[in-house]
């Protein structure tokens, strides 16, 4: 016989989402390791992983102070997962937790075969949204298709700090524990959907800006021109013909708050993963943040080749040097 029909919904696993919220996505990583990985299981990392001395690493970090092991999966010049190097990552057969970051709000095109080669591997998929609060909450698969997600709030938003870690059933939960009880009513205390759009717009404006200075300009290249469904945390570009550390330097001392995302990896990266180190050489990320005025992006774009100008003929300055300049 079927069931009666309640007069409000009183089965609580349905839909069930368990969220948890911490000081900071690194704080959420480090509980979601030491309940979910197995003892002597790997973790399985992009390659495209940054360091910085005021910062460390955001997602290396509760790597590193689990004490786990960590393999590194190539990736395309666009950030995209290189499937065939994660293929035969995952065929190692001792990864437990495979981690995919969806670099500056981005989901990979790609990301259904990223989902079945987990399935086909067995491995616990964390899907790293520290740049992708906004486009989880929207219509794309951003934030639908791991075991985990994992969200870096005060990345997203004016917040001191904030991370929370949600799992896709309660069957995935263990003694995973909130440490930051008020963090709910800080995120709620928003219009994401405002906030969304205005990113989306200032995004739109400054690549379409961008766009139009590279039909004469070879001296960088767009990374991506589209967003599809998602909401971007900064808009990168990659420095190909200038200085890209002359160019940041010149953009900040004139007003826009770029930043370069990730600019040195961390050490820990073993040797090869040439595209990887190519595209921290050169990348800079605009901003679109909420706080940016959408009239001002022309302006920024001009800044921008004046920048370039600048950095052509500029000479290079040591590595050594831009870990700090960059912080
Ligand atoms: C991709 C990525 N994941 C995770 C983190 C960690 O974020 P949080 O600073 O909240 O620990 C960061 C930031 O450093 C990040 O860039």
Redesign the pocket.
């Known amino acids: 016989m079927q069931r009666d029909i309640t007069k409000k919904a009183l089965e609580r696993s349905t839909y069930e989402r368990p969220a948890f919220f911490y000081s900071?996505?690194?704080?959420g990583?480090l509980d979601l390791l030491r309940n979910v990985l197995q003892p002597g299981r790997a973790v399985a990392l992009p390659a495209f992983i940054?360091w910085s001395p005021n910062?460390g690493?955001?997602?290396f970090d509760p790597v590193e102070e689990s004490g786990v092991g960590r393999r590194f999966y190539d990736l395309n010049s666009d950030l995209t997962v290189d499937l065939a190097s994660l293929g035969q990552t995952l065929a190692a057969g001792d990864v437990g937790v495979l981690v995919v970051?969806h670099y500056f709000g981005r989901t990979d095109p790609a990301w259904q075969e990223v989902r079945r080669l987990a399935s086909e591997h067995d491995v616990f998929l964390v899907e790293?949204l520290?740049?992708g609060w906004f486009s989880a909450l929207g219509r794309g698969a951003s934030g639908t298709y791991g075991e985990a997600q994992?969200y870096?709030l005060?990345?997203m938003l004016p917040l001191a700090d904030g991370?929370m870690v949600t799992y896709r059933s309660p069957g995935l939960v263990s003694g995973q524990a909130s440490t930051e009880h008020a963090l709910p009513g800080r995120m709620l205390s928003y219009d994401t959907e405002a906030i969304s759009a205005h990113r989306r717009l200032v995004f739109e404006r400054t690549g379409t800006a961008l766009a139009e200075l590279a039909r004469d300009d070879d001296r960088f290249a767009l990374m991506w021109p589209d967003m599809g469904d998602d909401v971007p945390q900064t808009l990168p570009v990659r420095i190909t013909g200038a200085d890209r550390d002359h160019v940041y330097r010149y953009m900040n001392e004139h007003g826009v708050g770029m930043v370069s995302?990730y600019h040195t990896l961390i050490p820990q990266l073993p040797a090869g993963f040439d595209e990887v180190r190519s595209i921290s050489r050169q990348i800079i990320n605009f901003p679109v943040h909420q706080d940016v005025d959408p009239d001002r992006v022309d302006g920024i774009v001009a800044l921008f080749r004046e920048a370039l100008d600048a950095a052509t003929t500029a000479s290079s300055p040591s590595s050594d040097a831009t870990a700090e300049r960059h912080a």
């Open positions: 900071s996505a690194r704080e990583m940054g910062e690493s955001g997602v970051i790293d520290a740049h994992l870096s005060h990345k991370g995302l």
